[in-house]
């Protein structure tokens, strides 16, 4: 079945990597994303990777993608207190439909 | 372009109104999903759509839910009668065609929060 599971919470203090984690369930899935969700405010795309790599680095983020363990990190260097948010992992599923994981709230103490 | 349009953003309704929410996705955007997010269960596909025709709503939880696209520019997800725990964030998103390299990156809404008393 179609399954993305996310811790639920994770705490860092201000200037520490944050790393959070996902394992997903379709092996077919063609990209990866992470998606990033502020206060009040609907979801936008962070990063994305495509089946066929194992990292993406893109300035403070960086994703590693492990296709045998089906399993999905992002790491923020330097976590700001402006990184503080929801973050969704999320596969694609035969073609256009993505299936979310339920979010790992980060939260960057100062 | 403006981006996914919703609205209402805060609808509170009394157990057993009908409630519609509004979505208008962004131009030429093929695909519009509906997500309900909450708490407990985090982010749900409800229904999602390509060129206006329902491609899977298998995510619809009962009759009582159900959702339109009349035209490419349009859309609505409809209850009734709302119950209150159908109180959530419902969010519309569209993405384009397969065509471009992202092809599933799905633009979101801002949200309707809806509170069903």
């Known amino acids: 079945g179609e399954d993305v599971e996310q811790s639920l919470f994770l705490s860092v203090r201000e200037g520490d990597s944050s790393v959070i984690n996902c394992t997903y369930t379709d092996s077919s899935s063609t990209y990866l994303y992470w998606y990033k969700q502020e206060p009040g405010a609907g979801l936008q795309l962070l990063t994305y990777i495509f089946s066929n790599m194992d990292m993406k680095q893109d300035q403070r983020l960086t994703v590693l993608l492990n296709k045998k363990d089906k399993h999905l990190s992002l790491r923020i260097a330097d976590t700001q207190t402006g990184d503080s948010a929801i973050y969704f992992c999320?596969?694609?599923?035969?073609?256009?439909?993505?299936?979310f994981g339920a979010g790992t709230i980060l939260r960057v103490k100062s | 372009d403006a981006g996914v349009i919703q609205s209402p953003r805060h609808e509170v309704t009394e157990m057993g109104q009908e409630v519609t929410l509004r979505c208008k996705p962004i131009?030429?955007?093929?695909?519009l999903f509906w997500y309900r997010q909450t708490m407990m269960r985090g982010l749900e596909l409800l229904i999602y759509f390509n060129n206006n025709v329902p491609i899977d709503d298998s995510g619809m939880p009962e009759d009582r839910f159900s959702a339109k696209m009349p035209n490419a520019s349009f859309s609505t997800l409809k209850i009734q009668p709302s119950e209150p725990r159908d109180s959530a964030v419902y969010f519309c998103?569209?993405?384009?065609?397969?065509?471009?390299?992202?092809?599933?990156?799905?633009?979101f809404g801002q949200g309707t929060r809806l509170t069903v008393v």
């Open positions: 999320a596969e694609s599923i035969s073609g256009n439909k993505l299936v």
């Open positions: 131009s030429g955007h093929d695909y």
């Open positions: 998103a569209s993405s384009p065609d397969r065509g471009s390299v992202l092809n599933t990156e799905a633009f």
